[in-house]
């Protein structure tokens, strides 16, 4: 599964939107069409939604990952760590008077804690993750293109770390976390 990529000149980042991947990367793929840009492994990734980012190529350094593979069917499946989060969405072209040209699924990471059968995001209360991860899965309408191939965005958005404010302390030593306690204190 190690794809092989061209570099981009300095400075370039393969960043395509949803309706490019739709017309220009999976119908080109998906009819037997040539392509010229081959940023995107030609071989399809058959367990992908089995694979955690990790385990993907140029992990760490890497976080955004496209692969060819099949749609997924809605049954549940215990090797997948990906389940979806949003309802399928309408993939559109601004350039042809919004043209539908293929769907939009998103899937996030759900990790499994060792020991447990049970899926749940494991994250460490005291060190939060880096990333959130998140599979955006890109399918075209059967008017297009009569087929169950689609193209997979693997990428992580990197989690803002929470501050928190100091809280009031009553005299008690105890932090006051509800601003109706905390004003109550100094109006008593």
Known sequence: MDPIFRDLPPGFHFSPSNCEIA???LK????????EARSIPEEECHDLFSKHPRDLPGY???T???YFCRKRDSQVNPHNLWTPIEQE??????????ALVGFSRRFGLVEMEEGSDDSCLSYDEE???????????ISLPRTVADTDLVLCHVFGE???????????????GESVD???????????
Do not use: C, R
């Open 23 to 25: 017309i220009y990367f």
């Open 60 to 62: 760490p350094g890497e």
């Open 28 to 35: 080109n793929k998906a009819l037997g069409l040539p392509m």
């Open 64 to 66: 955004h990952w496209y």
């Open 158 to 172: 990197e989690i803002e770390p929470q501050v928190i404010h100091d809280l009031p302390i009553t005299e008690d």
């Open 89 to 98: 969405s309408d993939v559109l072209d601004p350039k042809n008077n919004d």
């Open 178 to 188: 509800n601003p109706a306690v905390f004003f109550g204190l100094l109006y008593n």
């Open 127 to 137: 060190e939060a993750p880096k990333y959130d991860w998140f599979i955006d899965e």
